[in-house]
């Protein structure tokens, strides 16, 4: 099994940029779709980025179209989320999840293992 720490939120001004990292332990990692979600309070957990096992696919929730870019590093076992155009809307915890699936899922429940999670607050 693989095990997932986030890393790379923090607080950050409208229209900024942050880079979360997620690194992966375990050699079975690329093998496994990644996506990135993220819940805010009150809210549900929402799928925000997902990438195919040879990150040759990628998928995009429309809300982050445009501004966000999901990347791997198989032989480093890293997964990326680049944000850009940072907005108070996309405050939320960010977690990364992994699946066996051979492209990326929407569906949270379809993620199997799952990091801690890392805060991001974007101020206005």
């Known amino acids: 099994q693989v095990q997932l720490v986030e890393s790379g939120g923090g607080l950050v001004q409208g229209g900024g940029s942050l880079r979360l990292s997620c690194a992966a332990s375990?050699?079975?990692?690329?093998?496994?779709?990644m996506g990135w979600f993220r819940q805010a309070p009150g809210k549900e957990r929402e799928f925000v980025a997902g990438i195919g096992v040879s990150g040759g696919s990628t998928h995009y929730a429309d809300s982050v179209k445009g501004r966000f870019t999901i990347s791997r590093d198989n032989a480093g076992n890293m997964v990326y989320l680049q944000m850009n155009s940072l907005k108070p809307e996309d405050t939320a915890v960010y977690y990364c999840a992994a699946t066996s699936s051979f492209r990326a899922e929407i569906t949270p429940s379809l993620y199997h293992t799952w990091g801690q999670g890392t805060q991001v607050t974007v101020s206005s």
């Open positions: 375990g050699r079975t990692f690329s093998s496994y779709s």
